[in-house]
């Protein structure tokens, strides 16, 4: 089936208090389909235990689950609270006979987890290391590949609402990389403000820097020539 779907996206401001707006869009959107900025499973694959089951028969104890460890998280991070309303919508909308599909498309925790030595300088300044957007083109590279691997899977319906709770900067790149862009072009895309950078550069000395990224980039990079 060939998918015409309808993106909606909404961004979570991760500070100090509950961001409703990922929330109130599972409610006003009713959803086919809703996106996380979570890691894949275990399988490689983006789908969750959810999509097995019908809206009478989901495992609502798993949502429990996952409420009650988002309320501990919020005693540290506040807006962590916002992922609770967002699953107490969900619930609504099951409820209601909206079989909405839930996906993790982020990349494994393993590679995540960088992102504290990679952003360890703060902005604006990491972002004139080429090695964070080491970081944001693999982690992009995952979730448009699992973004992918939904719409080339899913066929409850053509036409499917689909809510994004991506933060703003990898949908944006995601949307790039679905294009499916050439090797020349991804470059640029991500590392054409370095023009002394080479792909031999990055292979030779990513590992260097940070021992998981350089892993990822072994196994996920496509640049070969690109000048």
């Given at each position: 089936?060939?998918?015409?779907?309808?993106?909606?996206?909404r961004d979570c401001v991760?500070?100090?208090?509950?961001?409703?707006?990922?929330?109130?869009?599972?409610?006003?959107?009713?959803?086919?389909?809703?996106?996380?900025?979570?890691?894949?499973?275990?399988?490689?694959?983006?789908?969750?235990?959810?999509?097995?089951?019908?809206?009478?028969?989901?495992?609502?104890?798993?949502?429990?689950?996952?409420?009650?460890?988002?309320?501990?998280?919020?005693?540290?991070?506040?807006?962590?609270?916002s992922d609770i309303a967002?699953?107490?919508?969900?619930?609504?909308?099951?409820?209601?006979?909206?079989?909405?599909?839930?996906?993790?498309?982020?990349?494994?925790?393993?590679?995540?987890?960088?992102?504290?030595?990679?952003?360890?300088?703060?902005?604006?300044?990491?972002?004139?290391?080429?090695?964070?957007?080491?970081?944001?083109?693999?982690?992009?590279?995952?979730?448009?590949?699992?973004?992918?691997?939904?719409?080339?899977?899913?066929?409850?319906?053509?036409?499917?609402?689909?809510?994004?709770?991506?933060?703003?900067?990898?949908?944006?790149?995601?949307?790039?990389?679905?294009?499916?862009?050439?090797?020349?072009?991804?470059?640029?895309?991500?590392?054409?403000?370095?023009?002394?950078?080479?792909?031999?550069?990055?292979?030779?000395?990513?590992?260097?820097?940070?021992?998981?990224?350089?892993?990822?980039?072994?196994?996920?990079?496509?640049?070969?020539?690109?000048?």
């Amino acid at each position: 089936m060939h998918l015409k779907p309808r993106y909606v996206q909404r961004d979570c401001v991760e500070g100090d208090k509950i961001d409703l707006r990922q929330a109130d869009a599972v409610l006003k959107h009713k959803p086919d389909i809703i996106i996380f900025e979570l890691p894949q499973s275990h399988n490689g694959k983006p789908g969750t235990i959810f999509n097995r089951y019908s809206c009478a028969h989901k495992p609502i104890e798993k949502v429990e689950a996952i409420i009650k460890g988002k309320k501990h998280a919020a005693k540290k991070f506040p807006y962590a609270a916002s992922d609770i309303a967002v699953w107490e919508n969900i619930q609504r909308l099951w409820k209601q006979g909206v079989n909405v599909q839930i996906y993790n498309v982020d990349a494994p925790i393993k590679m995540r987890r960088e992102y504290v030595a990679v952003e360890a300088t703060g902005y604006p300044s990491v972002r004139k290391d080429w090695l964070f957007w080491v970081y944001l083109y693999l982690r992009d590279t995952y979730m448009a590949r699992n973004i992918k691997h939904i719409l080339d899977t899913y066929s409850l319906k053509s036409n499917p609402t689909i809510l994004v709770c991506l933060q703003s900067i990898h949908w944006k790149h995601a949307q790039f990389l679905l294009t499916n862009p050439s090797s020349q072009k991804t470059w640029k895309y991500y590392f054409g403000k370095f023009p002394a950078l080479t792909p031999s550069v990055v292979t030779s000395q990513v590992r260097r820097r940070n021992r998981v990224l350089g892993e990822y980039w072994k196994k996920l990079q496509h640049f070969t020539r690109v000048r």
